[in-house]
C-alpha cells in the first residue's frame, strides 16, 4: 500500500527556514499530483502547495514568494523549501499524494509533522 514518509520539520525563529521532504512509497509508481497542506491551531487545513507531473506548482497566496515546491517524478518525492518564516506559518504540515484513475480519484496522506515558527 501507499505510504507517505516526511521529515524536516522542527523550531525555527522568524525568517529562518526549513526544508520538509515527502517520499512516497508503495504500489503507485507516479502520482498525478502531490503537495503540502498544513493546519495550524485552531484552524483549517489549507493547502499550501502543489506540484503536478509537469512541474506545474500552484501556491497559497500567503506563501508565494517565499516557499518553493519541487518533485523528482522518477523517486515520488516532493520538497518543499520554507525561507522568510513567519510565526503564522506555524502548523502541522501534511504531505498529499492525488492520484487520479479511470474509476475515481485517490488522495494520500503523511501523518503529519511539525513546524514552529518562534522567537
Known amino acids: 500500500q501507499v505510504q507517505l514518509v516526511e521529515s524536516g520539520g522542527g523550531l525555527v525563529q522568524p525568517g529562518g527556514s526549513l526544508r520538509l521532504s515527502c517520499a512516497a512509497s508503495?504500489?503507485?509508481?507516479?502520482?498525478?499530483?502531490m503537495g503540502w497542506y498544513r493546519q495550524g491551531p485552531g484552524k483549517e487545513r489549507e493547502l499550501v502547495a502543489r506540484?503536478?507531473?509537469?512541474?506545474?506548482?500552484y501556491y497559497v497566496d500567503s506563501v508565494k514568494g517565499r516557499f518553493t515546491i519541487s518533485r523528482d517524478n522518477a523517486k515520488n518525492t516532493i520538497d518543499l523549501q520554507m525561507n522568510s518564516l513567519k510565526p503564522e506559518d506555524t502548523a502541522v504540515y501534511y504531505c498529499?499524494?492525488?492520484?487520479?484513475?479511470?474509476?475515481?480519484?485517490?488522495?494520500?496522506w503523511g501523518q503529519g509533522t511539525q513546524v514552529t515558527v518562534s522567537s
Open positions: 498529499n499524494a492525488h492520484l487520479v484513475t479511470w474509476a475515481r480519484e485517490y488522495d494520500y
Open positions: 508503495g504500489s503507485i509508481a507516479s502520482f498525478n499530483a
Open positions: 506540484i503536478t507531473e509537469d512541474g506545474s506548482a
